[in-house]
């Protein structure tokens, strides 16, 4: 039986997970190698949802390609839109009212906030407990109604543009938020005691996908995948735009490598973006929201990277200007890509359920990767 | 002692279970948490916000006129071709010719709501409509004229 | 004829039927499903002959432990969905004529001895299977109990011994 | 007062009197026959949509509220799509062993509701080994997963059958032992003298701790043996998809699905019966009124309201913990459930030879 | 034919234990050998019941035989598996033809 259904020379069972699995959350299709239930190799398959993103951007303005970008990373779109701004502001030097800079990084830290929501309870889901991913989702309905009220929608809003945003705030929207971190604040607790102490949990996640900090390095890793393994490489941090020099917050760094260390870092990266809303919500300067900018932008002639740290790590924007109104060239250098890789060197020796968790951990949006 | 820690062990991992119990427990006897929205039930009384983008529209006033000179701003703006304008002359009182709006095509199947032609709109003809319910059993009634028919142009409009 | 009769023959032939099934067939997963039938066909027996004790025993130990136990076995070792290779038609024809020889055989002496059944009630109450077993006097079976318990024991750590994978080889 | 006892009885003898022995034995199977597959049909629906409502309500959500009153009727229209959909046999599988599987399992779980005393007087068949019956009969349905996971020619479904055999083996021991401990305190297996023997006082209140941890541990393994999460690794959605019945559609997949609450059903009323008292109604020491209000609350609710207590506790349990991994979940079995559950046996042993329960 | 009397539950279990043998001979597989070995001792469990209930019945003794021999089964079937198993390790095969050293 084994023979019809595909096995190694050794005897060793081979298994798809996905392209259509309830665990890779998307389209990613997982080629593994088994020994009974313990994995030998895993191989991840791309392409699936691709849509050549970075060939459509070539032939869109740079006012429209920022727009596409939502449709990469779509649970951090406001980053990615915010990376693709700055990119261009940097090639044309416009300078951002500082209004606009503080409304964007206020909008990027709800981003990250609703992502590892989405990320927190779409994790549990994986491990089996259905429950939580209700009660995140209770919090991140918030953000969302939050920014539908500001920028007109739920989930692509295209809100940032070139010079700053595209409408001013909502009246509400400061005590909205402020509404929000205090809902926030009361459901915290639950969080950790319904997920984090439990002690199924906490065997699940545990020593469980270990990544050392030199592979952690040598894949190419980002944002928390890279910090749980105590790689500091908060782009925030190191390389700091918009306002994020003058807030106050740690780099939440955890030094495990495991799949525990990764949850605990977003875990307490969404406090670390609260206490950024805090201390800027109450602060937004008056002033315009958006820079006088031509109704056509033309870059100059060169080659412009720009990087933003989004939910899942740095993201890169590499524009090449032949000086027209459209990009030359655009590459994207998206988190999820290199984080994937990591997951072979990861679940290898490890049972099918800790690819889950790991898998979990490394909080994958397929689109992201794909582009 | 190793008898101590793992009795030690079992009770704490039974307090972990117990404190996540608590908390569905407790949700599970106060039905006044819930959040749903039942949402065909709730037609009536749902408000979207204000600025939600459904789909795009022309603005009328009263006496059927609209804003739009034809500038096609808006068609330029567009990411992926959802507006298509289609220009014809009118003569005016003086007998010159003069551009104007003929019809207004808005392919609604295409549009991302990304809002670009709204900003690039210099007289602020069409707006965003908080309107979500587009779902029809035949894709081409998704195709939309916004100009209504027999408006004209604003006078003073240029 | 009543029932009891017929529920017997019934119950024989499913026992019979199933157990050359599971000899018979040629794929090896099939064969241990039918032995398990054949398994439950004799705890129906034992029921039938009002022994209720022995019947969930024998459900417990071997639908629910040997027959398991073998079926994993057959996940790990066998490519359990192929056709098993056939006997050779000779070992075949010998096997099959020693079998009915050796039925026909016993069959007459089974027919030549005489039982004489005693007919007096029997009734099989597990407090005195309890008793007897922890008996210390003439008709106890206490030491056959602990040499038992012994051997399981052995058969215990014997497995683990065997089955362990000799880490030291393969490293 | 109502009485099923007075039912049965009054049944029985009509029976009897009218026809001869064998036709009205006959008839009384065909009468036990029918009820048995209402009550299933009746359990089933009945025990999805208390699934579903108690995952909503812990899930903040309102649960099917669409057909008949609160969603009432929504397992019944799942059941007719259930019923008209195609029940595919994937190409390459077992045919036969794929078509008998869900067979085999509901044979088990109807098998099991033999011995279970309904109410006073109620039970179909009181066996003098009741307990020991359970316990082997359960041990079949086993088979039924393995023999689906194999035919259906599916490495997840086989994979899903490896682990529920390893899971279902494993736990039954710490199921096995923790009934042990009752069957020594009342010192019978009959179901009927197991729940007399409850008249002055549930086990779980006259038998201490020790009983209160072979409860506990009862429950566990119960969850376990049932493959209901936090131990639900047969079927583990995340991982295997659907694990076992991952190829079965239509009605094929429902029986497994009937299967798994009746399971359910049966386990918690084993529970219920054991540790709780059965139908026993609650009784506290002296209070003679308290005690005869509690007797005119009629033997079958206190049955059916104990078996949902505990039926409540494994959803809850299910909606609250993330899945064990199959090595956490032998472990729990080999390193904590059996040596507890030994030595918890050897203390309720002294107990009950020292006379210290009340 | 009114009554089942011992004779006929013999003649059942001495057919079982007649294919039994005849398993053990045709098969070669050493799982299927063993699944035959299992019936030939469930047939000798099905005469000592009987006559414990039919020629006996104020002794126990069959009874506790028949336990004994389900005892003796499950252990010995579990140590059969652990060598099978362990024989698969090193020869790949189950087949008794292969396994003709003592020692690997």
């Keep these: 039986m084994f023979e019809e259904l595909g096995t190694t020379a050794e005897g060793d069972m081979l298994i798809n997970i996905g392209p259509q699995h309830p665990a890779t959350h998307g389209v990613l299709h997982l080629v593994m190698t088994l020994n009974g239930e313990t994995i030998k190799k895993t191989e991840p398959h791309l392409g699936y949802i691709h849509r050549s993103i970075e060939k459509m951007c070539e032939s869109l303005t740079y006012r429209q390609f920022v727009y596409v970008t939502s449709r990469m990373d779509y649970l951090s779109s406001h980053i990615n839109n915010h990376g693709c701004s700055l990119a261009v502001e940097k090639a044309m030097q416009i300078e951002v009212p500082e209004r606009a800079q503080v409304i964007r990084v206020i909008m990027d830290e709800l981003t990250r906030i609703a992502s590892h929501e989405l990320w927190w309870g779409a994790m549990a889901m994986d491990l089996g407990a259905f429950t939580p991913f209700f009660y995140s989702f209770r919090e991140r309905e918030t953000i969302t109604d939050i920014m539908e009220e500001t920028c007109g929608a739920r989930l692509t809003m295209n809100y940032i543009c070139p010079g700053g945003v595209m409408m001013d705030l909502h009246p509400d929207f400061q005590k909205r938020v402020k509404s929000f971190i205090a809902l926030f604040k009361s459901k915290f607790d639950e969080y950790n005691e319904l997920v984090t102490g439990n002690i199924i949990f906490q065997n699940r996640m545990k020593g469980v996908g270990v990544l050392s900090k030199e592979d952690a390095i040598s894949y190419g890793c980002t944002g928390p995948t890279a910090r749980g393994s105590g790689v500091s490489s908060d782009i925030r941090k190191l390389y700091p735009y918009e306002v994020y020099s003058k807030v106050q917050f740690d780099e939440v760094l955890e030094t495990g490598g495991d799949s525990f260390s990764r949850y605990m870092v977003r875990i307490n990266e969404m406090l670390q973006s609260i206490k950024i809303i805090e201390q800027l919500i109450d602060n937004i300067p008056e002033g315009e929201f958006q820079a006088k900018t031509k109704a056509v932008l033309k870059l100059p002639k060169g080659e412009f990277y720009q990087r933003v740290e989004t939910a899942r790590g740095e993201l890169g924007i590499y524009i090449v200007s032949e000086g027209g109104t459209t990009p030359h060239r655009i590459k994207f250098r998206s988190p999820g890509f290199s984080n994937l890789s990591a997951l072979g060197h990861m679940v290898k020796g490890s049972k099918i359920g800790d690819l889950v968790a790991t898998m979990g951990t490394l909080d994958l949006v397929i689109p992201d990767i794909d582009r | 002692m190793f008898i101590i820690d793992y009795i030690k062990d079992i009770f704490k991992g039974l307090k972990s279970l117990l404190t996540g119990m608590k908390i569905t427990g407790y949700y599970f006897t106060h039905h006044k948490e819930i959040i749903t929205e039942q949402y065909p039930d709730n037609r009536a009384t749902l408000k979207m916000a204000d600025r939600f983008r459904g789909e795009v529209v022309m603005i009328h006033d009263e006496d059927n006129e609209h804003a739009c000179t034809g500038c096609s701003a808006c068609e330029l703006a567009c990411p992926n071709g959802t507006i298509k304008i289609i220009n014809k002359f009118d003569v005016n009182a003086e007998g010159k010719k003069k551009k104007a709006i003929d019809t207004f095509i808005y392919h609604l199947e295409l549009c991302t709501m990304c809002n670009l032609c709204i900003v690039a709109c210099p007289t602020d003809t069409i707006k965003m409509e908080p309107n979500f319910e587009h779902s029809v059993y035949d894709r081409s009634k998704l195709t939309k004229v916004l100009n209504r028919p027999g408006s004209k142009i604003k006078a003073g409009v240029e | 004829m009543n029932s009891t009769v017929i529920m017997f023959y019934c119950i024989s032939a499913f026992i019979l039927g199933t157990g050359i099934l599971a000899v018979t067939t040629g794929k090896i997963f099939r064969s241990a499903i039918w032995l398990l039938f054949s398994m439950m066909g004799i705890a129906g027996l034992y029921f039938w002959m009002q022994m209720e004790f022995i019947a969930a025993v024998q459900i417990i130990v071997y639908v629910g432990g040997i027959v398991v136990l073998i079926i994993f076995s057959i996940f790990l070792t066998q490519k359990s969905g192929e056709e098993m290779p056939k006997p050779p038609l000779t070992k075949t024809i010998f096997s099959l004529l020693a079998a009915i020889l050796g039925f026909i055989f016993s069959y007459l002496l089974i027919y030549q001895y005489g039982f004489n059944d005693g007919n007096a009630p029997f009734e099989l109450k597990v407090s005195d299977i309890g008793l007897k077993m922890l008996d210390t006097g003439e008709h106890g079976f206490i030491l056959p109990f602990e040499v038992i318990s012994v051997l399981l024991l052995a058969a215990l750590v014997g497995c683990i011994v065997i089955a362990m994978k000799v880490k030291s080889i393969e490293e | 007062m109502l009485s099923l006892e007075n039912i049965t009885n009054a049944v029985h003898e009509w029976l009897n009197a009218t026809l001869n022995p064998t036709l009205a034995l006959l008839s009384e199977f065909v009468i036990v026959g029918v009820l048995a597959i209402a009550l299933f049909a009746v359990l089933g629906l009945s025990l999805v949509l208390m699934e579903r409502k108690v995952a909503a309500f812990i899930q903040i959500r309102l649960g099917p509220n669409r057909v008949g009153p609160f969603g009432m009727f929504q397992t019944v229209a799942d059941t007719l799509k259930l019923i008209m959909k195609e029940g595919l046999t994937p190409d390459g599988a077992d045919k036969f062993l794929f078509n008998l599987a869900p067979y085999i399992v509901m044979i088990a779980a109807m098998m099991l509701l033999a011995p279970i005393a309904f109410a006073k007087g109620f039970q179909i068949w009181d066996i003098n080994i009741g307990v020991l019956f359970l316990t082997a009969v359960s041990s079949i349905s086993v088979i039924g997963i393995l023999m689906a996971g194999w035919a259906s020619n599916n490495k997840y479904s086989l994979l899903g059958a490896m682990r529920s055999g390893a899971q279902i083996v494993s736990y039954e021991l710490s199921a096995g032992l923790s009934i042990i401990t009752i069957v020594i305190l009342t010192g019978s297996l009959q179901i009927s003298d197991i729940i007399n023997a409850q008249a002055n006082g549930w086990w779980i209140f006259k038998g201490h701790i020790p009983v209160l941890i072979s409860f506990v541990i009862f429950i566990i393994a119960v969850t376990a043996e049932t493959n209901r999460a936090p131990f639900d690794l047969a079927e583990a959605e995340s991982e295997l998809t659907a694990g076992f019945h991952t190829e079965y559609s239509g009605m094929k997949f429902a029986l497994f699905f009937l299967a798994e609450y009746i399971n359910i059903f049966i386990a918690c009323a084993i529970g219920a019966t054991l540790f709780l008292g059965g139908w026993m109604p609650f009784h506290i020491g002296h209070w003679e009124a308290f005690n005869h209000i509690m007797d005119f609350i009629p033997s079958s609710f206190w049955f059916i309201g104990k078996t949902f207590f505990l039926i409540f506790l494994m959803m809850w349990f299910r909606w609250t913990f993330p899945r064990l991994r199959i090595d956490q979940l032998l472990n729990l079995e080999w390193k904590y459930l059996l040596p507890i559950s030994l030595v918890n046996l050897l203390v309720v042993a002294l107990m009950a030879v020292m006379g210290w329960h009340f | ?104």
């Design chain 5, 1 to 104: 034919m009114n009554e089942i009397n011992i004779t006929d539950i013999l003649l059942v279990s001495t057919a079982l234990f007649f294919v039994g043998v005849y398993g053990f001979f045709t098969r070669r597989n050493m799982i299927t050998m063993l699944m035959s070995v299992e019936l030939i001792l469930n047939s000798v469990n099905i005469n000592f019941v009987a006559f414990n209930k039919y020629l006996f019945p104020q002794n126990l003794d069959g009874v506790f035989f028949t336990i004994f021999i389900i005892t003796i089964a499950a252990a010995e079937a579990a140590v059969a598996i652990a060598i099978i198993i362990n024989m698969y390790r090193s020869h790949h095969s189950v087949d008794v033809e292969d396994a003709t050293d003592l020692k690997y």
